[in-house]
């Protein structure tokens, strides 16, 4: 018996706003038998309108889209189709990504990095209850593979100031400028970056925006 003929038919919805890798990823699905690719979406909130139409069993999500990240849509994705399995295809894969993406609800993360078998094989775990994570993240972050730990992400740990704070240090706005704009004292901002670089475990104001970019703070 082929490998094929013991999977389950699962039906595919495919997100992403690139266009040729949209297309590329639903010509590589759509050759396994056991997959049918019911749609596509650019967009998060073309994906929850297809998502809610068409019900599929996968859905294969990119995270840098337009109009909302992948992980908000696929939370409210899965508020509608709890019965859904979500594989985040993404080339973001820091920890705070993969941490994210796992506790807001996905079953699976593939690098966009990684080789064609790999997404595939992606979605045939996760359409049959389990979990997966590429092998460039398994190795990278070894911590995940021990029951797929969601803990909290450093980001996570910031509290709603704290990370109001980061995004207004990030945009390049002194403790003087930051304390007008939320009615604090510039000593208080200090205060605040200062338990920022603690908590984020970086030495200094450069680290610390350096860490807020590689991690997409804006979009996460």
Same mark, same amino acid.
């Given at each position: ?15 992403? *706003? ?28 073309? %994906?929850?309108?297809?998502?809610? =139409? ?7 999500? *990119? ?50 990095? %990684? ?14 209850? &389990?979990?997966?994570?590429? *092998? ?27 990370? *109001?704070?980061?995004? =207004? ?17 510039? &000593? ?16 200094? =104001?450069?680290?610390?925006? =350096? ?10």
């Amino acid at each position: 018996m082929s490998r094929s003929a013991t999977l389950p038919p699962t039906s595919v919805l495919v997100v992403d *706003d690139h266009g040729i890798v949209r297309e590329g990823v639903c010509v590589l699905l759509a050759k396994e038998k056991s997959l049918t690719v019911v749609g596509s979406a650019s967009t998060g909130t073309e %994906a929850i309108a297809a998502a809610a =139409r068409h019900r599929p069993d996968v859905i294969v999500m *990119d995270l840098m889209l337009p109009d909302m990240n992948g992980i908000d849509a696929a939370q409210q994705i899965l508020t509608l189709l709890p019965q859904t399995r979500i594989v985040v295809l993404s080339a973001c894969h820091t920890l705070e990504h993969v941490h994210r993406a796992m506790r807001a609800g996905a079953h699976g993360y593939v690098i966009k990095g %990684a080789l064609a078998a790999e997404l595939v094989n992606a979605v045939h775990a996760v359409a049959v209850g &389990k979990q997966y994570l590429s *092998d460039g993240i398994a190795l990278a972050f070894p911590e995940i593979m021990l029951g797929f730990d969601c803990r909290k992400s450093p980001l996570e740990r910031l509290s709603f100031r704290e990370r *109001d704070v980061l995004r =207004r240090v990030v945009a390049g706005a002194s403790s003087t400028q930051i304390g007008q704009q939320l009615s604090l004292s510039p &000593k208080t901002i200090d205060t605040y970056r200062g338990r920022l670089m603690t908590k984020l475990g970086v030495p200094n =104001r450069s680290a610390l925006i =350096r860490f807020a970019i590689e991690h997409e703070l804006a979009v996460l």
